[in-house]
């Protein structure tokens, strides 16, 4: 991964966008039971938890 690709990922993380790619790779990896969201449909859904469900999380 190169130093570009590092810090994207970091400024993601601090100002709150989330990593469909993490999110895919968690899916399979902890749920493979259930379907993986689509990359607008997780777009939705994490905006969704945000401000409807200050604080929750999968794990």
Same mark, same amino acid.
């Given at each position: 991964?190169?130093?570009? &690709?590092?810090?994207?990922? *970091?400024?993601? $993380?601090?100002?709150?966008?989330? +990593?469909?790619? !993490?999110?895919?790779?968690?899916?399979?990896?902890? &749920?493979?039971?259930?379907? *993986?969201?689509? $990359?607008?449909?997780?777009?939705? +859904?994490?905006? !969704?938890?945000?401000?409807?469900?200050?604080?929750?999380?999968?794990?």
């Amino acid at each position: 991964m190169s130093l570009f &690709h590092r810090i994207a990922k *970091v400024v993601r $993380r601090i100002i709150g966008v989330p +990593d469909y790619d !993490a999110y895919v790779s968690h899916q399979r990896r902890h &749920h493979p039971e259930c379907a *993986v969201l689509s $990359r607008e449909a997780f777009g939705q +859904d994490m905006l !969704a938890r945000r401000y409807e469900k200050p604080g929750s999380r999968c794990c």
